[in-house]
């Protein structure tokens, strides 16, 4: 191993000062080639028992020989049964069987059930919490049908039991920096690497950063959304460092085995573990609205029920999934970064309920440096104090805390939760003492937990305009960040794409009050390849046929509508409803016309349109009847172009006074609308 940096020094002379061996060298951890088939906090457990060279070998040896794979599952059962024992490395979950009081237990590997003593579940207690890895010694033998053949003789964890203090007390020898690189050092990451050819302020940002993929463990109910680019170790994390989270990739999603299981009384992921994090987002089936809106629910509130069964729960859920970048920013073609989510979570209250959005794209991807080789804390220690940090009692420091520096105004209560939860779990991790002297760093931190609320506000401001209006998310006497994709919400900017996109917002009527209105964005994006109409997701049948009027209106008046040579023949035009079901499909017919024309030009409106207007295939517009109850809906959003059909001179007057700083096109026909908003 190389010489010890001062870091090094620091984390050996104040642990083993200690007495306590919760520190090795990473650098032998990432040598340790058995790693791959166990979490790596299994692989350091062993490895801190003998931290030497040539221990290394002897754990490889040890985990080939004591740890099945699951494509030899049948031989490690054949071996069980011929020798009549066997010992082995692995996971052992136990339930308890109420109706005759047995203690079943599951080896996932093994495919297989055990009985054991309660007395043994009795002494670690995770076994009936979720799971524990450690060594087990089995012993077989044939018993009656029904019950299981294999018995536990003996469980003893791999993993540690947690002492916070030594934590407690090893971060009072350590400066804010230095103690941030011992936290990513731990969790597996070079901080030298990481700040390399950055300035002071910007290496800090990344670290800070880094350690969000922490802070859910560290912090009860924080839920948190990254989106990066592939090979950034969104998910590594979230295998590696706490037996208490759980990853699920991609796929679909049951509401047995996230909340509860009817027949069984089972308890889902969200009862059994600390963290749940959904990895390939985009591939995500929640498997129907139940599930979409208990999860929903379980944001808020912490509590889910199904059946007769309800639960309560600290779990904190973190989205993780790929969106694709242009040099260090996301996409332009996105009209907001939440597009990647599946359909059913770009829902603008599901996605109110998230408390940061990690903006992935500033991380850099994963290389033979980034790994730390200096000395950290052992992972299976490292996650058991992270859990054990959200038990911390830091009531008064963030009070004090909230006292000189309040929440920003105007905010509303999930967005004050949402700054002070990941404030809160920050701090933990870096002063678990309290916050001390470093403003540098304090500041740093509340900034930060301000912007991954802000970013969250602002792709709400594009999803739900009508609903969602922009304002500062974030703390007072605290700078705001300055990350450049965090612009103010409002029409898109001009873009040159290979796919040209545009927008109109549709004041569709509102279901959900006698008389009233709210806003969809109606979007139209050119594509590079293809033919013809194509309607996105899933619309009513009239509103279908709206937008098929309004492509079909389009096609056939190019000259007339002054379109110049941009050409819609053999070229595939795609519609998409954003925001909600459309309630009013006739009169989608003028907003989706205003979104295909924008697309087609190639460039926004300059403020942002509104529109509300049943078309004849001849382009003859009506305006709804109840459009001066929908206006409503437009009082409190900023002044744009309201456009309609024709209206009678009363209300039209009417209209104009309620929306006294708007501009509103009455138009009697498609042409002429179009023709006076480009005026």
């Known amino acids: 191993m190389d010489r010890p940096s001062p870091l090094d020094e620091r984390v050996l002379q104040v ?28 692989s350091e457990y062993l490895l801190a028992q003998r931290p030497r060279e040539t221990a290394i ?14 494509r030899e599952r049948n031989l490690w059962r054949h071996r069980l049964v011929q020798e009549g024992s066997l010992r082995i490395v692995d996971r052992l979950e136990v339930t308890v069987d109420v109706e005759d009081g047995s203690y079943v237990g599951r080896i996932a590997s093994l495919d297989l059930k055990v009985r054991l003593d309660p007395a043994l579940a009795e002494d670690h207690a995770g076994l009936l919490a979720g799971g524990l890895w450690g060594r087990i010694d089995l012993a077989w033998q044939p018993v009656a049908e029904g019950v ?113 299981h009817l027949t069984t009384g089972r308890p889902g992921l969200l009862a059994q573990r600390r963290l749940l994090a959904f990895d390939e987002i985009a591939r995500l089936h ?3 609205a139940e599930v979409a809106a208990a999860l929903k629910d379980f944001l808020e509130s912490g509590q889910f029920s199904r059946g007769r069964h309800e639960f309560s729960s600290d779990c904190s859920v973190v989205l993780l999934g790929n969106i694709d970048v242009e040099g260090d920013l996301p996409s332009r073609r996105y009209r907001h970064l939440c597009e990647p989510l599946p359909e059913e979570l770009r829902d603008s209250a599901f996605l109110d309920r998230l408390h940061a959005f990690l903006p992935g794209w500033e991380l850099p991807k994963l290389e033979p440096a980034s790994f730390a080789t200096g000395f950290g804390f052992v992972s299976d220690y490292f996650g058991e104090v992270l859990i054990a940090l959200r038990d911390l009692p830091f009531a008064a420091e963030m009070d004090d805390l909230l006292r000189r520096h309040p929440p920003a105004p105007g905010m509303t209560r999930r967005d004050a939760v949402a700054v002070t939860r990941s404030a809160e779990a920050l701090l ?40 969602f209006q922009p304002r500062r998310v974030g703390f007072q006497g605290v700078p705001q960040t300055a990350a450049r994709d965090l612009e103010p919400a409002g ?35 050119l594509l590079a390849t293809g033919r013809g109409l194509r309607s996105e997701g899933r619309l009513p049948p009239v509103a279908a046929e709206a937008e098929r009027i309004a492509y079909s209106f389009l096609l056939a008046n190019q000259r007339l509508l002054r379109l110049g040579q941009t050409g819609l023949e053999g070229r595939a035009v795609a519609l998409q409803v954003a925001g909600g079901t459309v309630q009013d499909g006739p009169s989608l017919a003028l907003p989706a016309l205003l979104a295909l024309v924008s697309a087609l030009r190639g460039e926004a409106y300059l403020q942002s349109v509104v529109a509300a207007g049943e078309s004849t295939l001849h382009g003859h517009l009506a305006t709804p009847a109840d459009i001066l109850g929908r206006v409503g809906a437009l009082r409190d959003t900023a002044p744009g172009v309201l456009v309609l059909g024709p209206l009678a001179e009363n209300a039209l007057q009417e209209v104009e006074h309620l929306l006294r700083s708007w501009r509103i096109v009455a138009a009697p026909t498609l042409a002429e609308a179009i023709l006076a908003l480009r005026a």
């Open 57 to 70: 070998a002897a754990i490889e040896d040890y985990l080939r020989s004591h740890h099945p794979l699951p």
């Open 15 to 42: 642990f083993g000062a200690l007495g306590e061996s919760v520190v090795l060298p990473k650098g032998m951890a990432l040598r340790l080639g058995g790693q791959g088939h166990v979490p790596r906090y299994v």
């Open 286 to 288: 929640l498997g129907g």
């Open 491 to 525: 029409p898109a900017r001009v873009r040159t794409l290979a796919m040209a996109a545009g927008e109109c917002l549709h004041l569709d009527r509102d279901a959900g009050a006698e008389a009233g209105g709210r806003l969809l964005r109606v979007e139209a994006s």
């Open 148 to 260: 299981p053949a294999t018995l536990v003789r003996d469980f003893q964890p791999v993993q540690a039991h947690a002492r916070l203090e030594p934590f407690l007390e090893g971060r009072s020898y350590f400066s804010a920096e230095g103690w941030i690189d011992l936290l990513l050092t731990s969790a597996g990451y070079d901080p030298v690497h990481l700040g390399l050819g950055l300035a002071a302020d910007a290496a800090l940002r990344r670290k800070l950063l880094l350690l969000m993929r922490l802070a859910p463990l560290a912090e009860g109910s924080l839920h948190l959304l990254e989106l990066g680019p592939k090979n950034t170790g969104k998910t590594y994390l979230a295998r590696n460092v706490s037996q208490d989270a759980f990853v699920i990739s991609g796929g679909a999603v049951t509401p047995a085995n996230l909340f509860v």
């Open 428 to 467: 933990k991790l870096i002063y678990p003492n309290g916050p001390t002297g470093d403003q540098e760093v304090l500041q740093a931190i509340l900034t930060l937990a301000g912007e991954l609320r802000q970013r969250i506000h602002d792709q709400l401001c594009r999803i739900a305009p009508g609903e």
